[in-house]
């Protein structure tokens, strides 16, 4: 069965340009998050969807946006970007509910210069 | 609100030696969920336990025990016998309405 997939896997961008993510989530799984990591601020949560509609959604400005496809395939796009967007950014996946957990990608790691 | 914490920021034990990693978590659901992942350098988060708030035995997986304590709000994680490769990111989380991840904590392990 196979994990959740990331990609890229390592992304450079320069400050004022976007960039897109995407994730497939394992087969049959129907939720996908997506968190930031950053050595200062830890893991923080971006957004979840669950059959394509927005379920939850963490505390980031409106340069950070989400969609899922009919397939459970999510993408994250980041627009304006800024030196501090620089992170690894995990994609999750779980069959439904946030209390059976998840498994998570392998991240992107996006750096901005 | 749910909230985790891992008071332990980093640790540090030469190998060989047990590691005890805490967390505590708060939370108002009555059905919840307790995790463990390992996050190694590679960047990618392991999954390493689920235990469910029903559900207060303890759990041995080879060299790795947790103890999950429902009257103190803990579920602390120890590695015996411990070795470089354990050497990761470990984070507690929390999965009931949200899920919540704690700080993590860095253990280190010397040769």
């Known amino acids: 069965k196979a994990g959740v997939t990331q990609t890229p896997r390592y992304l450079i961008k320069t400050r004022g340009q976007q960039v897109t993510l995407s994730c497939s989530p394992i087969?049959?799984?129907?939720?996908v998050s997506w968190y930031q990591q950053t050595p200062g601020q830890g893991l923080q949560f971006l957004f979840e969807?669950?059959?394509?509609?927005?379920?939850n959604k963490g505390n980031f400005p409106g340069r950070f946006s989400g969609r899922q496809f009919s397939n459970s395939r999510s993408e994250m796009n980041v627009s304006t970007l800024e030196l501090g967007d620089s992170a690894l950014y995990l994609c999750a996946s779980s069959p439904g509910q946030p209390v059976y957990g998840y498994t998570f990608g392998s991240g992107t790691r996006l750096t901005v210069v | 609100a749910q909230k985790v914490t891992q008071a332990q920021t980093e640790i540090s034990v030469v190998e060989k030696e047990d590691v005890t990693l805490d967390c505590v978590y708060e939370?108002?659901?009555?059905?919840?969920?307790l995790f463990w992942y390992k996050q190694p350098p590679s960047g990618e988060l392991v999954f390493l336990i689920r235990r469910n708030s029903f559900d207060e035995q303890n759990e041995i997986s080879g060299r790795y025990s947790w103890n999950f304590q429902k009257s103190t709000s803990s579920f602390n994680f120890t590695i015996t016998a411990s070795q470089v490769v354990d050497s990761a990111v470990y984070f507690c989380a929390l999965g009931g309405q949200n899920f919540v991840f704690g700080p993590g904590t860095r253990l280190s392990v010397l040769p």
């Open positions: 969807y669950f059959s394509e509609t927005q379920r």
């Open positions: 087969s049959g799984h129907r939720s």
């Open positions: 939370t108002r659901d009555t059905t919840y969920y």
